[in-house]
């Protein structure tokens, strides 16, 4: 762990700032009627800022992509793609970055909004970046063993090169993939069995009102149609849900009775709201329910180009129609709970304050750039009969300090004390064991970082003994 200056985001008022920000979209929210407790768990990534989500879900987790929009920005300024994961929807592991500019030899910059699909046990990656050949935007593709990376480059050549962006992929049930991009056009190309490979001539979706809604203001573009579009089916129903009418941007949604069309205007998913320009949408089912994922400037320091992802949980209307999705501060109800018995690695957050993570030098992540007040929630954590003691992996080069564990709150009921010495470094690792005592049932749990001045220490994993 380095020593660099703390980011923008890094507020102790972090909830309050968000809370205050979103109070009236919270209490006007539509996306689901079910009473939720009052939290702060959007944006559901606190650490860094985040854009253009693009979830999936793959043995019974959803793997979450993103872009990472560097501190301080004034422009897109993006280098590298970000992966997390969730097997609750409130509890989110962050994977690092498994792909980035780099990655692509043919690459220059801008690692813009992109998405990943898995195939055959393999996971390919659809992303935009300049080529450096010719200086515009152009489509490449990464492929992985595993939904977490490390991703490569799958052809070595950008797969699609024509100055437009935003790909999303859609395979259907008849196991035809197709790819569509585009910004100010909407295009599409049918991939083949490959996946990095497609049949054909990338081919334009026509862009009529009555496909895409009409743009007021007599511009040069005629439609809502902006770009960001997400293509998936719901029974046999295609939807399209797209970023409408810069700027600012709301998201709108077209269905059709096929992948290509022809379309038809639904009108509004989410307004435009949440002190980010753009927005940039991703839709999925999971354990019996449907989320809606996008991003706005909500974390401190935060707007147009300090992007921050979040979710919320909706019901389709009984005719299939999407109802309108306002932003909140809640997020998604937790699906489940947690177990604390098993290792939980110290960087799966629900929400973080002061926090930072990198990587580990053992693999994974790890929590760093811990100061005394720092805290992290881990939300539901179900203790059952009682917890006897708890273990972190712990490593400082300073003097380290104390894991204080409360329940509920980051004042709340106190369970247990860890004293943390140094170890020489921030990377060598050693465990260190505390009693337990009143922890039982269901909790949030909070790991309240306590100490003198500095950095104190870093934390790789804990884990409770029952």
């Known amino acids: 762990m380095s020593t660099p200056n703390r980011s923008p985001r890094r507020l102790a008022t972090l909830a309050i700032t968000l809370a205050s920000a979103f109070l009236a979209a919270t209490l006007s929210a539509v996306a689901d009627p079910s009473p939720s407790p009052v939290q702060a ?46 097997d609750d929807m409130v509890n989110w ?42 200086g515009r935007n152009a489509i490449g593709v990464a492929v992985a063993d595993s939904p977490t990376g490390p991703f490569r ?16 992929v859609f395979i259907d049930t008849d196991g035809q993939a197709y790819l569509y991009w585009g910004n100010p056009n909407l295009w599409y190309v049918k991939l083949n069995a490959d996946m990095t490979s497609y049949s054909g ?48 941007e709301f998201i709108a949604y077209s269905t059709a009775p096929g992948p290509t069309g022809p379309w038809t205007y639904r009108g509004t998913v989410m307004p435009a709201q949440g002190s980010s320009f753009t927005n940039h949408a991703g839709v999925i089912d999971f354990k019996g329910g449907s989320y809606f994922f996008y991003h706005n400037g909500a ?12 979710v919320e949980k909706f ?46 030098s053992g693999g ?26 708890f273990t972190a992996r712990v ?27 140094g170890t020489g470094g921030w990377q060598n690792w050693a465990n260190v064991t505390c009693p337990v005592s009143g922890a039982t049932g269901n909790h949030d749990l909070y790991l309240k970082f306590t100490g003198g001045s500095g950095y104190l220490y870093n934390v790789d994993w804990w884990q409770f003994t029952a």
């Open 315 to 360: 019901t389709y209307n009984a005719d299939g129609t999407i109802p309108t999705i306002n932003m909140t501060t809640g997020g998604a109800p937790q699906v489940g709970s947690l177990n604390p018995y098993v290792r939980q690695e110290a960087e799966t957050i629900a929400w973080g304050t002061g926090v930072e993570t990198e990587p580990a």
């Open 153 to 168: 480059d799958a052809i070595g050549r950008p797969l699609i090169d024509n100055a437009e962006i935003d790909p999303t």
């Open 41 to 86: 768990d959007n944006p559901i990534v606190q650490t860094i800022y985040t854009a253009d989500p693009a979830p999936l879900v793959h043995n019974g987790r959803v793997y979450l992509y993103t872009g990472h929009d560097e501190d301080g920005s004034t422009w897109f300024t993006m280098k590298e793609w970000r992966v997390w994961s969730s």
């Open 201 to 248: 001539s990338p081919a334009k979706i026509p862009l009529t009102t009555q496909g895409f809604g009409t743009r007021p203001g007599g511009t040069d573009r005629p439609t809502l149609y902006e770009e960001g579009p997400w293509v998936y089916k719901r029974g046999s129903l295609y939807y399209n849900v797209f970023a409408a009418q810069c700027c600012s």
């Open 93 to 134: 592991t962050d994977h690092g970055s498994p792909l980035n500019i780099d990655t692509f030899s043919w690459a220059r910059q801008d690692a813009w909004a992109g998405q990943a699909v898995e195939r055959n046990g393999k996971f390919y990656w659809y992303v935009p970046v300049i080529n450096d050949a010719t």
């Open 299 to 310: 974390l401190p320091g935060g707007g147009g180009f300090t992007r921050s992802v979040a």
């Open 364 to 389: 994974g992540m790890n929590v760093g750039w811990i100061e005394n007040g720092d805290s992290i929630k881990v939300e539901g954590a179900a203790f059952g009969t009682g917890a006897s003691s």
């Open 395 to 421: 490593a400082s080069a300073t003097a380290g300090g104390t894991i204080e564990l409360r329940l509920d709150g980051p004042n709340g009921t106190r369970v247990g004390t860890c004293s943390v010495s």
